[in-house]
């Protein structure tokens, strides 16, 4: 709903499916702030994947449909993404526990503010056809 929606995007190389990026927004019209979540493939990291996927997500969130804030969140034993997080921008915002196949994890939380988005920025990035469905996202 645009209340709470979750835009999963699939990540090619070469026509391959190597991996997977998330927008996800609620309350995004009153908060404006997107989260983002993702996976890739372990062949495809540390290649700089990672950090275009992340880019793309961002582009869109803050250009395309005026976000204020993203937040995102990496165990605290993954470098890689926290790696990610911290080239694009991201500063730690604290630490949360979550259960993963029924234990507990620590995640250490992130978030970029537009201005240090933009400060950031070194990965180009085109969006297209987004006025179609704007509204989808409640903007």
């Known amino acids: ?3 709470d929606w979750t835009l999963s995007l699939a990540v090619l190389h070469e026509g ?13 019209g009153v908060r404006r702030q997107a989260e983002t979540g993702s996976w890739l493939g372990l062949p495809y990291q540390g290649r700089g994947f990672g ?8 582009h869109l969130a803050f250009a395309g449909l005026g976000a204020r804030y993203a937040v995102s969140a990496a165990m605290t034993d993954n470098p ?3 790696g990610v997080s ?3 921008g991201y ?3 604290g630490l949360e526990t979550e259960v ?5 994890v620590t995640l250490r939380r992130l978030r970029l503010d537009r201005a240090r988005w933009e400060a950031h920025r070194n990965v ?6 987004l006025d179609a469905c704007r509204a989808e996202f409640g903007v």
């Open 1 to 3: 709903s645009v209340q």
């Open 16 to 28: 391959k499916v190597i991996g997977r990026q998330d927008l996800m927004g609620r309350r995004f």
């Open 51 to 58: 950090t275009e996927m992340r880019a793309a997500a961002l």
């Open 80 to 82: 890689r993404s926290l």
């Open 86 to 88: 911290r080239r694009l």
């Open 91 to 93: 500063l730690d915002d």
């Open 100 to 104: 993963v196949r029924g234990a507990p």
């Open 124 to 129: 180009d990035v085109t969006v297209e056809g």
